[in-house]
């Protein structure tokens, strides 16, 4: 699996308390950032289809859905 970079805009404050929950829980920022991603998608998984790689959202589907 290739590993790709990613930049992110974050505000000092945030970045501050993300750094301070990943060193409690005995993680880098960057890994911590990875558990959080990967447990995202498996909780949008769980709820919806397992996600196609390699399928792009249609215009129409990039909707966050009305709950």
Same mark, same amino acid.
């Not at 805009?9 to 970045?15: A, D, K, S, V």
């Not at 060193?23 to 959080?36: A, F, M, P, T």
């Not at 909780?43 to 397992?50: Q, Y």
């Given at each position: 699996?290739?590993?790709?970079?990613?930049?992110?805009?974050?505000?000092?404050?945030?970045?501050?308390?993300?750094?301070?929950?990943?060193?409690?829980? *005995?993680? &880098? +920022?960057?890994?911590?950032?990875? =558990?959080?991603?990967?447990?995202?998608?498996?909780?949008?998984?769980?709820?919806?289809?397992?996600?196609?790689? *390699?399928? &792009? +959202?249609?215009?129409?589907?990039? =909707?966050?859905?009305?709950?």
């Amino acid at each position: 699996m290739a590993i790709k970079s990613v930049s992110i805009r974050i505000e000092e404050e945030m970045l501050r308390k993300i750094a301070y929950v990943a060193d409690y829980e *005995g993680r &880098s +920022i960057n890994s911590h950032i990875l =558990v959080l991603v990967r447990n995202s998608i498996k909780e949008f998984e769980d709820k919806n289809d397992k996600i196609p790689i *390699g399928k &792009s +959202i249609s215009a129409e589907d990039n =909707v966050k859905p009305a709950k």
